[in-house]
């Protein structure tokens, strides 16, 4: 590694999602020049990408992607240092601040910032089923991605299967492009709108979401898009590449065939840079996700951090967006700066997000006892091509927990680093142990927390010594 070369943040911001962003504006407005590190190459995060210069109009996209212009222009027009396509590889907090290893255009910089705001946003749920590593299967929002980016859609009608509000919002989004889904399968079965009347708070909070689902889904229907709810399992099929879907539903197994399955079971906070930083996680019984801890209030994980937006706890676009404002808030608070009415406003409508996230919780989860169900044959980690009978074997060996398995199986190894196979490890040990998430914990993640090739660690400098 090259010789150390230090820069220096008073305040630097991961992530320019609605949370980033909003962070960063406030901040700006208030005097500060924030160091905003972005993986991306331009503002906007998953749920606003490639709304600077979109590729897609609102017929096709929805009111709710254009919404984010608003920010994207705040954002802009602040005196914001924007550092578009940096990818923070290792992160260590020291005493009051945090050191970061940071990489773009293959060159590595450290920085000491003394007040950090990570806001890495969320991913979708690797949910393993036999087949699911065959070409021609892809997570819905890789397919959102292309549609976002590029204007892409298939070119045969896909089949789309899971459940969370993406699975309807894409199969919408590609019935307005032309490109109608052949088929929309839903695993949540029809008895969870029983939510609706245990939650009544909830469901008044949420009405503008069920609305909006609402109304997609009769679109769908009308347009004669076939969309059936509760299969109990999924198998896709072919030699070399998908060529069929078949599921499970009400007992009776059924077969389509298709070129395309896009798949979503919901989104969890994305893990490698809370637990590089050493953050404390614990298991979310209502998200279904290991959630890092931090106050509720003020957002603040330790001295000097806060957690914004999705990556703290699955909450959405509007409230990522005020978590941001609000961390931006008590940065601005610790400097002596007054903000109460402005922070009191902003907690009171993030309670009603959560509230009616909790409904949304409640309506989208994945089906429990799904991942033991599964063929001894299915996949658990795609990257190394471990099966869950290795993965059983290894546990009936004697694994206790994840490290051991990953050094059992290699199961994590892989060039997603366990982001895809870590929840299903701690899900399938907890289930064989008869212990709680908390108990069984995740991997321990460990630098880099991005890919990184040789001549560019190389290339980096040397993190100082401890």
Known sequence: MSETRMRHAEVAIIGAGPAGMAAA??????????????????????????????????????????????????????????????????????????????????????WQVRQLVVAGGAMERGWP????????????????????????????????????????????????????????????????????LRQPLGTWHARHYLLKGLRMLVALRRAGVTVKQGFDALEAEGEGHLEAVSYRLAGRWQRV??????????????????????????????????????????????????????????????????????????????????????????RCARARDLDARKLLDALFRVPEGWLAAQPEKTLVCRCESVSLGEINAAMGQGAAGPGQLKAFTRCGMGPCQGRLCGESVSRLLASHQGASMNTVGYYRVRPPLHSITLGELAASPAPPSS
């Open 129 to 196: 089923f036999p087949g699911w590593q065959l070409p021609g299967v892809m997570q819905a929002g890789a397919g959102q991605i292309l549609l976002k980016q590029g204007a892409l859609v298939p070119e045969a009608p896909p089949v789309l299967v899971g459940t969370g509000p993406l699975l309807y919002l894409l199969a919408w989004q590609y019935l307005r492009a032309g490109c109608p889904p052949r088929l929309v399968l839903d695993a949540a079965p029809r008895s969870r709108y029983s939510a609706l």
């Open 257 to 346: 065939e298709t070129p395309l399955l896009l798949t979503h079971f919901g989104v969890v906070p994305e893990p490698q840079l809370g637990r590089g930083l050493g953050l404390g996680f614990a298991w979310h019984a209502g998200q279904q996700a290991f959630v890092p801890e931090r106050d509720v209030d003020s957002l603040a994980a330790g001295p000097g951090l806060w957690l914004a937006g999705d990556g703290a706890g699955i909450g959405g676009a509007i409230n990522a967006e005020r978590e941001g404002h609000l961390a931006g808030l008590s940065i601005l608070e610790a400097q002596g700066e007054r903000v109460g009415e402005e922070r009191a406003s902003l």
């Open 25 to 110: 504006s406030r901040l700006a407005e208030a005097g500060e020049r924030p160091v905003v590190f972005d993986l991306a190459q331009s503002p906007g995060g998953q749920i606003y990408r490639q709304l600077a210069a979109p590729q897609v109009g609102e017929a096709v996209m929805g009111a709710d992607y254009l919404r984010g212009q608003a920010l994207l222009t705040r954002f802009a027009h602040s005196r914001i240092d924007y550092r578009p396509g940096s990818r923070v590889w290792w992160a260590q907090r020291e005493g009051q601040g945090t050191t970061l290893g940071v990489l773009a255009s293959g060159k590595g910089e450290l």
